[in-house]
């Protein structure tokens, strides 16, 4: 009986973590803003219930002595390392205790809460489908809300407690008012175009099958978030999101290549690249091309020219990065250097993490999540899988252009929903808990 009420419990709070990221932005602002001092305290909930449920899975394994098992498991061991790795840098960094404190909450939370759905659907695989279920609403609610916000105020989320000492209410490209930024319930506009790419990559796969393309209109509940998730994805108007789900469709185009034979392969690309010539001339020119596109309209007001500061933030990334080689310090770089008298800003997931980590700490990440990619390619015949994968590639082209994985919700489910599909059938990490699992 104890076993059992201890598992429900740890099960709740990693569905409740799934569930709740969706809203972290707008929760935390809204106490916030009404009680400052319990400002960075509930900034931190989620990381907080994440390290109870990883000592009740401790005392768990060890209940069912089971603890034996994880010597084996070698993502255990690397998710362990790029912990212990980010601790001693952090113990060894010049830099404040606020912004190691926080910085350590930032590097580790995805991969610890990844570990923590793994470890505990290896052993409870009955629990996935209430994962999936729980990130079928989350998604359901913050793409709706995104639709909504078509027809809200632009300010609206002012009444929440947004504002330029919190979180912007509304953003806009480049400080012009008629391009206004869906930023629905995540911290800005590129975190929900990241978001929307995932939930309509995961959609398509979905629908892709072709029982349920025939009954396509049945599906409503997919529907609905496609169509959500094209209109969030295009009105955030994140060009790393768009980027990167052009890249998706290139790989999805190479892996079905074999369905087709020659004459229809070049037929296809010729017109794809047909069309987005016609597009470009279309688009070359308006207002749309200025201002989303290339941001190059120098009469929107803004004090800086976007591409130039991206520019000038991948340069001094990765001069830093080859400069030191043991990264600058965890809690260096992002949000969390905010809490030090030196902030710094670097736009590239992968800069982010040397800069916090070193070269080693990049290289243990790049393993981690290539490892998580090819399992998930050696598995495609699943659509869980295969949405996962090419996600997972266009998250990792946003990286090229911002820190995706420091995102709260961004990182947060797609880590937890990677550990819920290697968790509940082995993945290939470990040995599969007895025979049904496997």
């Given at each position: 009986m104890k076993r059992l009420r201890l598992q429900h419990i740890i099960a709740w709070i990693l569905l409740v973590i799934m569930g709740l990221v969706v809203f972290h932005a707008p929760l935390t602002?809204?106490?916030?803003?009404?009680?400052?001092?319990?400002g960075d305290g509930i900034k931190a909930w989620k990381e907080l219930m994440l390290a109870v449920a990883l000592i009740l899975l401790v005392i768990d394994y060890y209940r069912r002595r089971a603890l034996a098992t994880l010597r084996n498991d070698w993502v255990v061991w690397l998710v362990g390392v790029y912990a212990l790795l980010h601790i001693a840098t952090s113990l060894l960094s010049p830099v404040t205790q606020g912004q190691a404190i926080a910085g350590l909450m930032i590097d580790l939370r995805y991969v610890a809460y990844f570990i923590a759905i793994y470890l505990f659907l290896k052993a409870y695989p009955v629990y996935r489908q209430s994962f999936f279920k729980v990130l079928l609403i989350g998604s359901g609610i913050v793409l709706g809300f995104a639709v909504l916000q078509l027809v809200l105020p632009h300010d609206f989320l002012k009444y929440v407690g947004y504002s330029s000492e919190t979180i912007q209410p509304y953003l806009t490209v480049d400080n012009n008012p008629d391009y206004v930024r869906l930023q629905s319930t995540l911290r800005g506009p590129n975190p929900l175009g990241a978001y929307a790419l995932t939930a309509l990559i995961g959609v398509a796969v979905?629908?892709?099958?072709?029982?349920?393309?025939?009954s396509i209109l049945s599906h409503k509940k997919a529907v609905f978030i496609g169509i959500a998730a094209i209109i969030a994805l295009w009105f955030s108007y994140s060009r790393s999101a768009i980027l990167g789900g052009l890249v998706v469709l290139v790989v999805a185009a190479l892996m079905v290549r074999r369905r087709f034979?020659?004459?229809?392969?070049?037929?296809?690309?010729?017109?794809v690249i047909l069309a987005g010539i016609i597009?470009?001339?279309?688009?070359?020119?308006?207002?749309?091309?200025?201002?989303?596109?290339?941001?190059?309209?120098?009469?929107?007001?803004?004090?800086?020219?976007?591409?130039?500061?991206?520019?000038?933030?991948?340069?001094?990334?990765?001069?830093?990065?080859?400069?030191?080689?043991?990264?600058?310090?965890?809690?260096?770089?992002?949000?969390?250097s905010l809490y030090g008298d030196k902030p710094l800003i670097i736009e590239n997931q992968y800069l982010f993490v040397a800069h916090e980590a070193g070269w080693l700490g990049l290289a243990l990440f790049i393993v981690l999540f290539v490892n998580v990619l090819v399992t998930s390619w050696r598995s495609r015949h699943d659509w869980r899988h295969l949405a996962l994968l090419l996600s997972g590639i266009g998250l990792a082209v946003?990286?090229?252009?911002?820190?995706?994985?420091?995102?709260?919700?961004?990182?947060?489910?797609?880590?937890?929903?990677?550990?819920?599909?290697?968790?509940?059938?082995?993945?290939?990490?470990?040995?599969?808990t007895n025979k049904k699992t496997a």
């Open positions: 602002v809204f106490i916030e803003s009404r009680w400052p001092f319990a979905y629908l892709n099958d072709k029982e349920r393309f025939k034979s020659l004459k229809k392969q070049l037929i296809t690309i010729g017109g597009a470009i001339g279309l688009l070359r020119g308006t207002s749309f091309w200025h201002n989303v596109v290339v941001h190059d309209n120098p009469s929107t007001g803004a004090s800086t020219d976007s591409n130039r500061g991206h520019a000038e933030s991948l340069y001094d990334g990765f001069s830093r990065m080859m400069n030191q080689p043991f990264g600058g310090g965890v809690g260096s770089t992002g949000s969390a946003i990286g090229l252009m911002q820190p995706v994985w420091a995102d709260d919700t961004v990182a947060m489910v797609w880590w937890g929903v990677a550990g819920v599909l290697y968790g509940a059938k082995g993945g290939g990490y470990g040995k599969p």
